[in-house]
């Protein structure tokens, strides 16, 4: 038995990577990866629950795994891997289906929000907590980080695991939990501080900072950063000071400094227009190391695709194995 934890992250190939994706995911996935066992998936299967444009969702899908291993993941410490190369992701869903009752699936908010916004509402998008609950219990994952919009899916894992646990009366699986980190869990929009910096919403001017951006564009998304009408530089809860807090977060989850010791660096700031590109300056000078990497990763295709074959070996080498028992268990056929 392994007594290390196995942890398992996921992260959609969907939209342009932004800041909020890495101080709130991957730069915390970087800083504990030699400490336990862990899985990092390209959910691509996840993305296909909303339209896409088959090309660029090929073409992002090879830029996040290029990203990821920039930002530090390291394919000798961990096993990165694209979900789609390793079919028991698939199988294991269908297999979880039949014993989910469909009522667990409407209870998800993110299903509710997101079937509102739509005139026709895919099979998937329903059936997307299924899937992502076999990501995570084909490995027997303990932990799972995630930000607070994905804890209730976390919890479905944890239901539907229990569900199979009881049903063939075994502890067949792990049952995962889900692990909020605590600095640096949610940047939030540059222009609307009350919302969380999203990828949905890249297209809004001034809202998100893409890793790949240009620094100017950075720059100016920073400046025109929605802040208050006051002058304190001070960490926050009155939701006038989100603004001011939400950059201040970004700074503290970038130096991973206290927070007297983040305001005690912006006591000599010149107002919020300091504030702001000091900020900036931190976030583009963080990126420009990690977008030099990612394109001499992205230089070499080939070399790319080998890393995230090995990757899929690796991960096959759990998953298929674990489906093969599970398949057992509820009587079906294994082939000879
Ligand atoms: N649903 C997650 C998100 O959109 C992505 C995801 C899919 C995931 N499978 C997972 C996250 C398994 C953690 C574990 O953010």
Redesign the pocket.
């Known amino acids: 038995m392994n007594e290390k934890r196995v942890v398992?992250?996921?992260?959609?190939p969907s939209g342009d990577f932004t800041l909020g994706n890495y101080l709130g995911a991957v730069q915390n996935w970087v800083r504990d990866q030699a400490e336990k066992i862990n899985y990092f998936?390209i959910?691509d299967l996840?993305t296909l629950t909303v339209p896409q444009d088959p090309v660029q969702l090929r073409e992002r899908t090879r830029s996040l795994a290029a990203i990821l291993l920039a930002a530090g993941i390291d394919p000798d410490k961990c096993t990165l891997f694209i979900q789609s190369h390793v079919t028991a992701h698939a199988e294991a869903s269908w297999l979880l289906n039949c014993i989910t009752p469909l009522g667990w699936l409407y209870r998800m908010t993110q299903f509710k929000d997101k079937s509102q916004k739509q005139e026709s509402v895919l099979t998937g998008l329903l059936d997307y907590p299924v899937l992502?609950a076999g990501?995570?219990i084909l490995y027997d994952a303990h932990e799972?980080p995630?930000g607070d919009d994905?804890k209730q899916?976390v919890e479905l894992a944890r239901d539907i695991a229990q569900r199979f646990n009881h049903l063939y009366e075994q502890p067949f699986f792990v049952v995962p939990e889900p692990f909020i980190p605590k600095v640096g869990a949610r940047v939030m929009g540059l222009d609307n501080p009350s919302n969380k910096m999203s990828k949905s919403f890249a297209h809004i001017r001034g809202h998100a900072v893409g890793l790949l951006d240009d620094p100017k564009e950075i720059m100016r998304s920073f400046k025109r950063a929605k802040t208050d009408s006051g002058n304190d530089i001070i960490f926050s809860d009155e939701p006038e000071k989100a603004g001011v807090n939400n950059l201040l977060g970004i700074y503290r989850s970038i130096t991973q400094k206290t927070k007297e010791a983040v305001e005690a660096d912006f006591a000599d700031a010149r107002g919020y227009g300091d504030l702001k590109v000091r900020v900036g300056e931190l976030v583009i000078e963080t990126f420009a190391p990690i977008k030099a990497r990612y394109e001499s990763i992205m230089a070499d295709p080939a070399e790319l695709d080998k890393l995230l074959a090995r990757g899929a070996d690796q991960a096959r080498q759990v998953a298929q194995p674990k489906l093969d028992q599970m398949k057992e268990i509820m009587g079906l056929v294994l082939p000879r």
Do not use: E, P
Not at 8 to 12: R, T
């Open positions: 398992f992250s996921g992260i959609q998936c959910v996840h992502m990501d995570i799972v995630v994905q899916h």
